[in-house]
């Protein structure tokens, strides 16, 4: 990756009108124009590379045994290896504190290396030309080596876990009507290791942890078309792996003399977070031809994983100085972000499902059907030190909206078939750092997401499918704080494809 940052040098009096849409602002200038060369230079260029390896061997081994006509016991033993290491590679302070061979201390740009960035609806800025400028400065072939590795974003991950399972099913009746019960349970045992750089010394963690993972599903006909589901079930989910490496990455991003710089660093004592779970439904199967069901939830997390922010002097983290971003000396304060388990929390709901073959409507509409779900959640957790004030406050849960629902439509023959598909789902917030004096939280706005799939079989072994993601185009609008303050809007765009499927 490399990254361009050009600056002006000039005072000008831009004004950006959020009046119409709060997420989507229209800025002017009547002394500055956005797309012209004048009075901008080069601040900075920024060279990065990732590397990220990974390995996984898994072994199985199941029986089943069956006791009688309507009794199964299923075992068996798993093993799973996993291996994840990772570097990155970095040059910065080109061209002003890295020796450049050609135009050192020459930063005026001219013509050659901007170019007018035109694919924003409505609006056109300067924009820096990577290439034109590299070669400007005599940097065209300049790569990366091992001599840029930061030493602090080295890291090594192993993990292996052995489980053993045995699953009791039976099929019997209850009150003269069909009654099926399944019983599990899982014995695990993970050894974790990590290694990395801590305090700039070398440091290896191994960690082992083990427990039981029961489960219980019971199925009952209460009548013909008419069926009861409920489950139990325990569940661990263990924290991702950038979570649990020993590494640490520093923001270069472009800093005033005021602002505070972000650090960002894994926690490899991080324990997985246990769920129990359970869930009811009813579901009634009409005319062959369709299915309407409802169900409820409810789960309770523990260990949940949160971000803690806190603000350090570097000379105290125990890292090298040739990480500081442009500007910045060992005496400044960064904000250093690490994950860390916190208490527990709760998510409960129920779903609403309807699917339908239309099989009752004229021809030709009788092809066509439609499918639909709606699901409600709320959950909730403590975070503790909210915007740094020293309060706890009860916030949802990442990742977890209120409200969502999928809505599909379709028409199927025997030779070709299309459907309509939209999703929605509510707000939702993506993080609440403790210690984060910037925002309370932060997250994104409602979205509906529009997609159209079609396929055509040209024989009894050859079907094109054609495929269009997103065809509404939908805005993703990232929000910063409870009071709704504008972040950032994101369009990714359509996205079509064409495919053969061959069956024999």
Do not use: C
Not at 181 to 190: V, Y
Request: proline content about 3%; cysteine-free; charged content about 20%.
């Amino acid at each position: 990756m490399q990254k361009l940052n050009i600056e002006a040098k000039k005072k000008a009096n831009i004004i950006t009108d959020f009046s119409q849409d709060a997420f989507y602002g229209r800025s002017s200038s009547a002394d500055f124009d956005v797309t012209s060369i004048e009075g901008y230079t080069v601040k900075d260029l920024f060279f990065q590379s990732n590397f990220i390896y990974s390995s996984f061997d898994n072994a199985k081994l199941d029986f089943d045994y069956q006791l009688s006509d309507s009794q199964a016991l299923l075992f068996g033993v798993h093993h799973k290896k996993f291996n994840n290491s990772g570097f990155e590679q970095e040059a910065s302070g080109f061209p002003y504190n890295n020796a450049t061979p050609e135009h050192q201390g020459i930063i005026n740009l001219n013509s050659n290396q901007v170019q007018i960035y035109q694919g924003h609806p409505g609006q056109s800025w300067l924009e820096g030309n990577i290439a034109a400028v590299q070669d400007f400065y005599g940097l065209s072939d300049f790569a990366l080596t091992d001599a840029n590795t930061l030493a602090n974003s080295v890291y090594n991950l192993a993990e292996q876990t052995k489980a053993l399972y045995l699953l009791y099913q039976s099929d019997s009746e209850l009150a003269a009507s069909p009654f099926r019960s399944r019983f599990g349970l899982r014995f695990f045992d993970t050894q974790f290791s990590s290694e990395g750089l801590s305090d700039n010394q070398p440091v290896r963690l191994n960690r082992t942890y083990s427990g039981y993972l029961p489960s219980l599903d019971l199925v009952y006909d209460l009548a013909e078309e008419l069926i009861w589901r409920t489950g139990l079930s325990k569940n661990i989910t263990r924290p991702s792996l950038d979570a649990m490496a020993y590494s640490v990455y520093v923001s270069k991003t472009s800093l005033g003399e005021t602002d505070i710089g972000q650090i960002s660093r894994g926690n490899p004592e991080l324990q997985p977070y246990q769920s129990y779970n359970f869930d009811t439904a009813l579901e009634w199967y009409f005319e062959n031809a369709g299915l309407a069901s409802v169900a409820i939830f409810h789960k309770d997390i523990n260990n949940f994983i949160l971000t803690y922010t806190r603000p350090q002097r570097y000379s105290e983290l125990g890292l090298a100085a040739n990480l500081l971003p442009e500007g910045k000396t060992v005496e400044d304060i960064f904000n250093v972000s690490s994950p860390q388990n916190s208490g527990s929390a709760t998510i409960q709901g129920f779903e609403l499902a309807l699917q339908r073959d239309l099989d009752f409507l004229p021809a030709p509409f009788d092809q066509s059907g439609l499918m639909a779900n709606y699901t409600r959640a709320e959950g909730d957790t403590l975070y503790p030190n909210v915007q740094n004030t020293g309060e706890s406050q009860r916030k949802s849960l990442p990742g977890l909206s209120k409200h969502s629902y999928n809505l599909t439509l379709y028409y199927e023959t025997q030779s070709w078939g299309a459907r309509v598909a939209a999703a929605y789902r509510s707000n939702y917030i993506t993080a609440v750092e403790a210690g984060s004096g910037d925002d309370d939280e932060r997250g994104y706005h409602a979205s509906t997401h529009l997609d159209f799939s079609a396929y055509y079989r040209l024989n009894a072994h050859i079907k094109l499918k054609l495929e269009a993601l997103n065809l509404s185009n939908q805005r993703d609008e990232l929000y910063s704080d409870s009071s709704n303050r504008a972040y950032n809007s994101t369009y990714s765009g359509r996205t079509y494809m064409l495919g053969v499927t061959a069956e024999f």
